[in-house]
């Protein structure tokens, strides 16, 4: 097998235990997160890193894969590990299970993207940022990255920091991009990472990819023109509800 899907999902969240099985328009929102991503064409596998036997029951019911993994995992990536540890897989693909959004087109372009890549041994997506407000949004995880397509730094601060003025009429604005938290790695490199120590960035802006860059490792950055929102509240909810209900239209 060369490529597996992996969704974490997990029951405990401090501000909305069990989202994952939230009512989102009549279908818990990781079978909405399965079923896009059982459209994906790159994917020869695909299943649900569970915690909670809850979670199990609801996957298998509406005929999803899922597996068990240890509750005391530290985080999603930790999960995948363990899920891929005894499998013959080139690459990994982390499908956040509280993204309802996922386009099947995204995960397939993050897979080739990380199959032809030479220098990278992960791969994440980028979107340009729209509505100025997520620049302020600390929720909103923004990315710089070099001409070649990699990560030089992801921040909950807008970054690039724009000092120009009305009076600087010559200069543009500077294209702000937000992270779209799915990653794909090759298995070999997963476990490279998952060994790492926590880096004083990681621990400073609480995010986890900051550890690859700090060590010295490349991230390729794949852009998309989809959104993503992450179930993570009530309001969340209501607002990807909306979302797929205009869809419809």
Same mark, same amino acid.
């Given at each position: 097998?060369k490529?597996i899907?992996?969704?974490?999902a *997990?029951w405990g969240?401090?501000?909305f235990?069990?989202k ?6 009549g279908r ?5 997160v ?7 064409k790159?994917?020869?596998d695909?299943v649900v890193?569970c915690?909670?036997e809850r979670?199990m ?7 999803g894969k ?8 530290? &985080?999603?990536?930790? *999960?995948l590990?363990? +899920?891929?540890?005894?499998?013959? +897989?080139k690459i990994?693909?982390?499908i ?5 959004? +996922?386009?099947p087109i995204?995960?397939?372009n993050?897979v080739?993207?990380l199959?032809?890549?030479?220098v990278?041994q992960?791969a994440?997506m ?8 997520d620049?302020?949004?600390s929720?909103?995880v ?7 397509g990699?990560?030089i730094?992801? &921040?909950r601060?807008a970054i690039?920091?724009? *000092? ?7 200069k ?5 991009y ?9 298995k070999?490199?997963l476990?490279?990472f998952r060994n790492?120590?926590?880096s004083?960035?990681?621990n400073a802006e609480?995010l986890?990819?900051?550890?690859v ?14 959104d993503t ?12 509800k909306?979302?797929?209900l205009?869809? *419809?239209?």
């Open positions: 097998m490529t899907g992996v969704i974490p *997990r969240s401090t501000r235990e069990g994952v099985l939230a009512d989102l328009l818990p929102v990781v079978q909405h399965w079923e896009n991503a059982k459209k994906a790159t994917l020869d695909l890193a915690d909670d979670i029951k609801v996957v298998e019911g509406f005929g899922a597996v068990y993994t240890s509750p005391d995992q530290p &985080s999603g990536t930790d *999960r590990a363990e +899920v891929v540890n005894p499998m013959d +897989v990994v693909v982390n956040q299970g509280d993204e309802p959004l +996922v386009k995204m995960i397939d993050l080739m993207s199959d032809d890549e030479k990278a992960m994440t980028i979107k340009k940022i729209d509505d100025d407000s620049l302020t949004n929720n909103v923004k990315i710089i990255f070099d001409k070649s990699y990560a730094y992801f &921040s601060y690039p920091y724009n *000092r120009t003025t009305a009076a600087d009429k010559d543009k604005k500077p294209v702000y937000k992270h779209i938290g799915m990653y794909a790695f090759t070999d490199f476990f490279t790492l120590p926590k004083a960035l990681e609480k986890e990819q900051l550890r860059l700090e060590y010295g490792y490349k991230i390729k950055v794949v852009e998309t023109k989809f929102v992450g179930v993570d509240t009530h309001d969340d909810l209501i607002k990807v909306e979302i797929l205009q869809e *419809r239209q």
